[in-house]
């Protein structure tokens, strides 16, 4: 079975501080795995996706995540964080040809001034 | 990328009633799309696979008469919550999967808030 742990619920950063979002994966096959953010009242934006390519795999507004496979983790970082990065993140494994999505319980980030 | 739409945006309705939310695929052809729910400060929870033509396969604990889901086209899936009560109030979001692709990325809908009062 396939599951995601997201490592606290909330996190806080300064501006300009590094953020770092954790995720960790349960899966028995290679996994598909995905970071999404998700901004009040609205629906999920795909943030990166790890595909078995490259293990780093760099997103949007300058996230990256690094697949590590003998941590099953996929942490989401950022080396300075904007004020525009607080939202919610979530972390989502899918495996195979059944492509349903496994979604992490999601991370509050909180961005101060 | 691909966009995916739903209609309405926001939906208030009196208990009893029926709704009618729609998902739209807009530049791509969607064998699968998926529904899912989520209450406030909540992650998302999967309500049902639906695939063009075919039954949608719901998730267990989904009451598939309470919740039917209609995919007529392949870019087209409609989810109905019948006689819906103020607990049936919650966020809903559709996604929809671009087989081809074959990297199983889901492309999401900017959801549909519910309020059943």
């Known amino acids: 079975a396939q599951s995601v742990t997201q490592l606290g619920s909330h996190v806080s950063v300064s501006e300009g501080a590094l953020v770092l979002l954790r995720c960790n994966y349960s899966s028995s096959v290679p996994p598909y795995l995905f970071w999404y953010v998700q901004y009040p009242n609205q629906g999920l934006q795909l943030l990166l996706k790890y595909t078995s390519a490259a293990t780093l795999v760099k997103g949007i507004n300058g996230f990256e995540a690094e697949f590590k496979k003998s941590e099953t983790s996929f942490h989401l970082t950022k080396p300075s964080a904007h004020m525009s990065d607080a939202a919610e993140y979530f972390c989502?494994?899918?495996?195979?040809?059944?492509?349903?999505?496994?979604f992490g319980s999601g991370t509050k980030l909180n961005v101060k001034p | 990328g691909a966009v995916v739409s739903q209609h309405p945006s926001r939906v208030i309705c009196k208990s009893g009633t029926s709704v009618k939310i729609e998902c739209r695929s807009l530049d791509f052809q969607a064998t699968t799309m998926f529904w899912y729910r989520q209450f406030p400060k909540q992650s998302l929870m999967l309500m049902a696979t639906?695939?063009?033509?075919?039954?949608?396969?719901?998730e267990q604990g989904v009451e598939k008469d309470k919740f039917l889901i209609n995919h007529a086209s392949l870019t087209l899936s409609t989810l109905t919550v019948t006689s819906a009560h103020p607990e049936d109030s919650s966020f809903y979001i559709c996604?929809?999967?671009?087989?081809?692709?074959?990297?199983?990325?889901?492309?999401f809908g900017p959801g549909t808030r519910l309020t059943v009062l």
């Open positions: 996604s929809a999967f671009l087989r081809d692709r074959g990297d199983n990325e889901q492309f």
């Open positions: 639906s695939n063009e033509g075919s039954k949608a396969t719901y």
């Open positions: 989502a494994v899918s495996v195979g040809n059944f492509n349903k999505f496994y």
